[in-house]
């Protein structure tokens, strides 16, 4: 089993900035594929970012530019950099790792992050 914890996120200015951290725990084998996504309210959850085990991300055309996303391999652990954050930024953000030996998909819990003057 792996278990994901998440930082808390957050109310934030539009403009503003905020960190995300998501630290992975278990089973966790090395080669995997650890990414954020989001859900809005009445809206079906998105792919914001991801970054697999050699650093290599991808973005949503929503974030590019804005959002960086990063992982610490010894620390299983991933990050979201959100920057100029907009209100429809809004939303629960979801840490997320595919682990490709189990062909397994493990979520956190979310946390949320409110955008909003």
């Known amino acids: 089993q792996v278990q994901l914890v998440e930082s808390r996120g957050g109310l934030v200015q539009p403009g503003g900035s905020l960190r995300l951290s998501c630290a992975a725990s278990?089973?966790?084998?090395?080669?995997?594929?650890m990414g954020w996504y989001r859900q809005a309210p009445g809206m079906e959850r998105e792919l914001v970012a991801t970054v697999d085990s050699g650093g290599s991300a991808n973005y949503a055309d929503s974030v590019k530019g804005r959002f960086t996303i990063s992982r610490d391999n010894a620390m299983n652990t991933v990050f979201l950099e959100m920057n100029s954050l907009k209100p429809e930024d809004t939303a629960v953000y979801y840490c997320?790792?595919?682990?490709?030996?189990?062909?397994?998909?493990?979520w956190g819990k979310g946390t949320l992050v409110t955008v909003s003057s």
């Open positions: 997320h790792v595919h682990i490709f030996l189990y062909g397994a998909d493990y």
């Open positions: 278990g089973s966790v084998i090395s080669r995997n594929l």
